[in-house]
């Protein structure tokens, strides 16, 4: 049974930093693309970014957020710097075979929140 558990999110200011964490069992890890993704109150879920080896990031966190993976611990991470209000969303951690920025990902945990205040 796979699982993915996120965890780290919170409440901060704006121009802040939080570092996500995505904890996976179940499956071959190295095998998989890990991918993080958002949904703010109203909003459809959107890419955040993804790597298996190389990254991917959406237009509006380049630059500022980076992935990143330690396949011995099984973990994929999310470090976000230089937050902004509009970044406050329920954030999901994904992973499929392939690596893809479209929301076609087998595998999603239960998401984990971040608020970020003006």
């Known amino acids: 049974q796979v699982q993915l558990v996120e965890s780290g999110g919170g409440l901060v200011q704006a121009g802040g930093s939080l570092r996500l964490s995505c904890a996976a069992s179940?499956?071959?890890?190295?095998?998989?693309?890990m991918g993080w993704f958002r949904q703010a109150p109203g909003k459809e879920r959107e890419f955040v970014a993804t790597?298996?080896?190389?990254?991917y990031y959406a237009d509006s966190v380049k630059g500022r957020f980076t992935i990143s993976r330690d396949n011995a611990k099984n973990t994929v991470y999310l470090q976000m710097n230089s937050l902004k209000p509009e970044d406050t969303a329920v954030y999901y951690c994904?992973?499929?075979?392939?690596?893809?920025?479209?929301?076609?990902?087998?595998?999603w945990g239960q998401g984990t929140q971040v608020t970020v205040s003006s």
């Open positions: 994904a992973a499929d075979r392939l690596v893809t920025m479209t929301r076609a990902y087998e595998y």
């Open positions: 790597m298996r080896r190389s990254t």
């Open positions: 179940g499956l071959t890890f190295s095998s998989y693309a």
